[in-house]
């Protein structure tokens, strides 16, 4: 699982979120939110298989869709804000 969830967690697209996410919150809140994520990813990674037992496909496949739904919406709340501070 660490060659598979290392560039989810790390990668490109992560300090890609922390720079954009820089210039709208205070240093303070990205660091508590990076501890507390990390904790969490942590945990999940640890529990994934007793996880997937217990949600099932179909479940793993909601979640998942849940978790694409918040990430667009992030996504366009940042790209909504850029473009407004462009205009």
Avoid: C, M
Wanted: hydrophobic share 60%; proline share 2%.
């Amino acid at each position: 699982i660490v060659p598979i969830a290392f560039p989810l967690i790390a990668g490109a697209g992560t300090l890609t979120a922390i720079l954009s996410l820089r210039a709208e919150y205070h240093v303070e809140n990205i660091i508590v939110a990076i501890v507390a994520n990390t904790i969490f990813v942590y945990l999940v990674l640890k529990t994934s298989k007793r996880i997937e037992k217990v949600l099932g496909k179909n479940g793993v496949s909601i979640i998942r869709k849940i978790f694409g739904v918040i990430l667009l919406a992030i996504s366009v709340k940042l790209f909504a804000a850029n473009i407004n501070q462009l205009f």
